[in-house]
């Protein structure tokens, strides 16, 4: 996977420097280097989970906690709710943005908020999340699923 | 450009073309030229006097908005405590000094090796010389300020895909650009393409005009020669004596030019929260902290997480942990309440405030942003290629490298902002360790300084949404969630008012920190006064 924009050597080098970096329990699962807009719709459930929802939610799944706290996804009774999971990343909650492709907002703080996902991405990093971490859920999302949220759909 | 289209582009169309043509930084810039993000209100000192006999306050949170309230509410006659989650004060405002070890959520700690007196700031970096509130606390607390160059025309504007890759000299790109529009502009008007916009005596200024803003030679025209040299450079630069004469240098073609979307990175400091002057504070932005510290001394309680926000008839109850003390729990009270916690900390507080301010509270999401300080053996972006201070902008997802605008022709190591990051990259940055931050900011870096790769020494990177103090950068107010949410958010609820840049029309500034915290106390003080004295 080679970003559009760069040339070879350049992603060669970050990617070789990022497999390089050896650090147990923190490093990628993927050496997909770094996204742009285009290349992460190619991206799989676990690649938007490495590359997105692990900087709050951890590598681990364990979430974090200091003045406030990222919530775990390792024992948390709400996972039960596969529709739960799909409105909190399609709308987004508290200080945690929305990820839905074409959120009707201002373009100005579209282009200031993160990365857009499909339906069927959202779907396969929710089903991605609920089948580990200890997870075992055995429902799964599919990407209908997730547009039947959308607001256009009510 | 089609001329009908041109003008009926709207605001938004036009920030869309920006923000695919360039990076995120350059969105900013857009956002900020076109009024979402506005200037400072600060007029002069706030000078509160009087509050009634004996009436106390209770602030939460020392970043700016909370010490300029307690430092100002205490100066007006108010028992002022302060309660802050960090071991020290400033909170955004913060810089990282050699021996500094930071821990982000998720555990990961960074040690800071930069050689003594190098540092980086995480957050907030430069102060516009019109924002004269937090320019006004600087000189009050005697915080010694000095020039932040943000544009420097020997620094680079760069494209992956542009010129082989290679990054253009700034100067260049901007004089370039100028020349030619001009001479465009010039033929234009001697073809009487202009005749039915702009009279035959306008003409003439309009020619003598562009010859001179655009450099253009005596037949206005924009090429290689003594008038374009002046301001893009020379390839051999005038010298003394028997020295070769000098050689001029040769314009980039225009066609290049636009297709290289360089221009697009050339505007920065045009735009009013750019232009010079711009300061910092000597030895890093941290020193602001520090200093509202000293001055507010044993006011402000430290490793005070707060974990519930209780108002009555009476006053406002705050109960919260000790973090020294896991489980342990305190509680102070006072008649007000100043709370200037991040909205992303503050939606997840128990607080009985009223249904419209809860709503607005959990309504802002927060922005990411990652920076990357990098320290190297030795200056070479001043030792090999002359520069001196500012940034240069490339289409990597690093979006930036700053050099430091203070400690110039120092023989030792020397620490650049490698990295600054907004939006989707940030993102990215965010979900990776900050050695691998550090990494991909090395190896992109590389890119534009082929140096990096025998001079890098060590690094550090900060990614706002993995700061245990705010979960996130700054609030990230949408037009419509503004409309809808904002003025429920700055009013004053029973005994609670808020304050921080997220109750400011100046986003993500210490500007907005400073303005929303002097308008928040200034009604709270009124209000004070109406209901008298101590309850």
């Not at chain 1, 050896?22 to 190619?42: E, F, H, M, Q």
């Not at chain 2, 504007?157 to 370039?176: L, M, N």
Request: charge should be neutral; include cysteine.
């Amino acid at each position: 996977m080679i970003r559009t924009r760069t040339p070879l050597h350049a992603c060669v080098l970050v990617c070789a420097l990022l497999l390089g970096a050896g650090l147990p329990g923190t490093a990628r699962a993927d050496s997909a280097g770094i996204y742009n807009p285009a290349t992460l719709k190619a991206a799989n459930g676990e690649q938007v989970y490495t590359h997105i929802c692990q900087g709050c939610h951890m590598p681990d799944g364990k979430g974090a906690e200091g003045a406030g706290r990222y919530p775990a996804f390792v024992g948390n009774p709400k996972l039960a709710s596969a529709s739960y999971m799909a409105v909190t990343v399609l709308y987004g909650r508290h200080d945690m943005p929305s990820f839905m492709t074409n959120l009707r907002e201002d373009e100005e703080a579209k282009f200031m908020r993160s990365a857009e996902l499909s339906d069927a991405q959202i779907a396969e990093v929710i089903n991605f999340i609920r089948t580990h971490f200890g997870n075992h859920y055995p429902d799964s999302l599919s990407a209908a699923d997730v547009a039947a949220l959308h607001p256009k759909a009510h | 450009m089609n001329g009908k289209n041109s003008s009926t582009m709207t605001r938004r169309q036009l920030l869309r073309m920006i923000g695919v043509t360039a990076g995120s930084a350059m969105m900013y810039q857009a956002m900020s030229s076109l009024g979402f993000a506005a200037e400072s209100r600060f007029k002069k000192p706030i000078g509160l006097q009087g509050a009634p006999k004996g009436a106390s306050v209770l602030v939460l949170g020392a970043g700016i908005a909370g010490m300029v309230a307690a430092y100002e509410l205490r100066a007006a006659g108010y028992k002022v405590q302060v309660l802050e989650y960090n071991a020290r004060a400033g909170g955004r405002n913060w810089s990282i000094h050699s021996g500094d070890v930071y821990t982000e959520l998720g555990g990961f700690t960074q040690h800071c090796q930069f050689d003594p007196g190098l540092y980086i700031n995480p957050g907030p970096w430069r102060i516009p010389y019109h924002h004269q509130g937090i320019l006004h606390y600087c000189t009050r607390l005697g915080v010694p300020l000095e020039s932040f160059v943000q544009v420097n025309n020997n620094a680079y504007v760069h494209s992956s895909t542009a010129f082989g890759g290679k990054p253009q000299r700034y100067r260049h790109v901007r004089a370039d650009y100028a020349g030619h529009v001009a001479e465009l502009l010039a033929k234009a008007t001697q073809n009487h393409k202009l005749d039915e916009r702009v009279t035959k005596e306008d003409q003439e200024k309009l020619l003598m005009s562009l010859r001179m803003t655009g450099a253009l030679d005596k037949h206005y025209a924009y090429v290689g020669g003594r008038d374009s040299s002046e301001r893009r450079g020379y390839d051999i630069d005038p010298g003394g004596g028997l020295d070769q004469k000098a050689v001029p240098s040769k314009p980039i073609a225009f066609g290049d030019l636009l297709d290289s979307g360089l221009w697009s990175m050339i505007s920065a400091g045009d735009d009013y929260d750019m232009q010079t002057t711009l300061f910092q504070p000597v030895g890093g932005m941290g020193q602001i902290g520090k200093a509202f510290a000293r001055e507010l001394g044993s006011l402000i309680r430290y490793h005070a997480k707060v974990i519930d926000i209780h108002q009555d008839e009476s006053g406002v109850t705050v109960t919260y942990e000790d973090t020294l003390k896991p489980g342990s729990k305190f509680s102070a009270r006072a008649d007000w309440c100043v709370n200037t916690i991040p909205l992303s900390v503050l939606s997840q507080i128990p607080m009985n405030v009223g249904a419209a301010m809860a709503d607005a509270i959990a309504a802002v999401p927060y922005a990411a942003a990652v920076k990357v300080g990098l320290q190297f053996k030795r200056r070479f972006w001043e030792q090999d290629e002359q520069i001196y201070g500012g940034i240069t902008y490339t289409d990597l997802p690093i979006t930036n490298i700053s050099y430091p605008s203070t400690g110039y022709f120092n023989p030792g190591k020397g620490v650049l902002l490698g990295a600054y990051i907004w939006g989707m990259n940030a993102t990215e940055f965010t979900a990776m360790s900050p050695q691998e931050r550090v990494k991909a900011a090395v190896g992109y870096g590389s890119q534009i300084h082929p140096q990096y790769a025998t001079e890098f020494d060590n690094g550090v990177a900060v990614a706002w949404h993995r700061s245990p103090f705010t979960l996130g950068c700054f609030g990230l107010w949408s037009e419509a969630l503004r409309q809808k949410h904002y003025d429920d958010l700055c009013q004053i609820d029973g005994r609670i008012v808020l304050a921080g840049e997220h109750a400011s029309y100046i986003p993500a500034w210490q500007e907005g920190a400073v303005t929303s915290s002097l308008n928040a106390i200034g009604r709270l003080h009124q209000k004070a006064l109406a209901t008298g004295a101590h309850a």
